[in-house]
């Protein structure tokens, strides 16, 4: 019914910058809140940024002053501006986003595939 692809993963050296993308497809009437969360080897899966349909923005320590989250609700699509990366930010991201299916009530939380940030030192 409804999917999200992320794209924009890749390897950059410490201090570097890339910039994630998460498009939503499907029979979608509208999207509420979507967010970022990526997952490093042997740890769990963490809240990296998240951005309500209004634009309000929420990130987690870690990331602040250094990652922007974004929206273009006019095309689906959620994006990641990571500055300043370091290697500690290495891991899987993956997007989500609380999606009304047209035609239904209520919401899916639906998850994308993820896609791997590798930094190096």
């Known amino acids: 019914q409804v999917q999200l692809v992320e794209s924009g993963g890749g390897l950059v050296q410490a201090g570097g910058s890339l910039r994630l993308s998460c498009a939503a497809s499907?029979?979608?009437?509208?999207?509420?809140?979507m967010g970022w969360y990526r997952q490093a080897p042997g740890k769990q899966r963490e809240l990296v940024a998240t951005v309500t349909a209004a634009g309000s923005t929420n990130y987690a320590d870690s990331v602040k002053g250094r990652f922007t989250i974004s929206r273009d609700n006019a095309k689906n699509t959620m994006y990641l501006q990571m500055n300043s990366l370091k290697p500690e930010d290495t891991a899987v991201y993956y997007c989500?986003?609380?999606?009304?299916?047209?035609?239904?009530?209520?919401?899916?939380?639906?998850w994308g595939q993820g896609t791997l940030v590798t930094v190096s030192s």
């Open positions: 499907g029979s979608i009437f509208s999207i509420n809140a």
């Open positions: 989500n986003a609380d999606i009304v299916v047209a035609g239904t009530f209520g919401y899916l939380r639906v």
